[in-house]
């Protein structure tokens, strides 16, 4: 299968903090990605939906400037997490799809701490 | 409730038994996919069955889909305890966003 990297695979930070996390599509051009946020033993909530070149769509109750989203090509986007605090600790995972209603595929997420 | 329920929420079973994992879903789709995720890791892609299919292996993997009741089943075969972990079904319609169920967490006693 198609290989998503994500970077980093973990992260500390001190409440007021910024936190960049990178998600790359390493051999397939990836029309949209989605960005996740999991708490432990629940399923993947969708914050976001990310295509090249235009702005994410976020789902509601999620905050879009509090997460930016940023999709520079089609094998990279970014989610920033700004002014991070304790609530915001959580695993962060990313998955892209080669176009609309294919399979996903999903990085190895990040786990965010915020101290 | 959310499309892509997953039943039962935990399954334990000792190794070499089958696994079975049921998901109704409650409007149209497109295709239906599972994924499996072991502990604080990303979702890996097991399966998609499109909506004109009724059932598709993959190794020990068998996925059964009845869109007139409009759910899905995995069966894991001679299961081995690298099979623990939790699966999820995901449900993508024609048009919007696909939906991912709470999952079902399976524990394989050697």
């Known amino acids: 299968g198609a290989v998503v990297s994500q970077h980093p695979s973990r992260v500390i930070c001190k409440s007021g903090t910024s936190v960049k996390i990178e998600c790359r599509s390493l051999?397939?051009?990836?029309?949209?990605m989605f960005w996740y946020r999991q708490f432990p033993k629940q399923s993947l909530m969708l914050m976001a939906t990310?295509?090249?070149?235009?702005?994410?769509?976020?789902e509601q109750g999620v905050e879009k400037d509090k997460f930016l989203i940023n999709h520079a090509s089609l094998t990279l986007s970014t989610l920033t997490v700004t002014s991070a605090h304790p609530e915001d600790s959580s695993f962060y995972i990313c998955?892209?799809?080669?176009?609309?209603?294919?399979?996903?595929?999903f990085g190895p997420g990040t786990r965010l701490t915020v101290t | 409730s959310q499309q892509g329920e997953e039943d039962p929420q935990a399954l334990s079973i000792q190794e070499g038994e089958n696994a079975t994992m049921n998901c109704s879903y409650k409007?149209?789709?497109?295709?239906l996919q599972w994924y499996r995720q072991n502990s604080g890791r990303g979702l890996v892609h097991l399966i998609l069955?499109?909506?004109?299919?009724r059932e598709k292996h993959s190794g020990r993997l068998r996925v059964t889909l009845d869109t007139s009741k409009k759910s899905s089943s995995l069966l894991i075969t001679a299961s081995r305890a690298a099979d623990t972990a939790s699966y999820f079904c995901?449900?993508?319609?024609?048009?919007?966003?696909?939906?991912f169920g709470d999952g079902t967490t399976l524990t394989v006693k050697p």
């Open positions: 998955s892209a799809e080669r176009g609309p209603r294919y399979e996903q595929y």
């Open positions: 051999d397939f051009q990836a029309t949209t």
């Open positions: 409007t149209s789709i497109n295709n």
């Open positions: 069955i499109r909506s004109n299919e």
């Open positions: 990310s295509n090249e070149g235009s702005k994410a769509t976020y």
């Open positions: 995901a449900t993508y319609p024609n048009a919007g966003k696909s939906t």
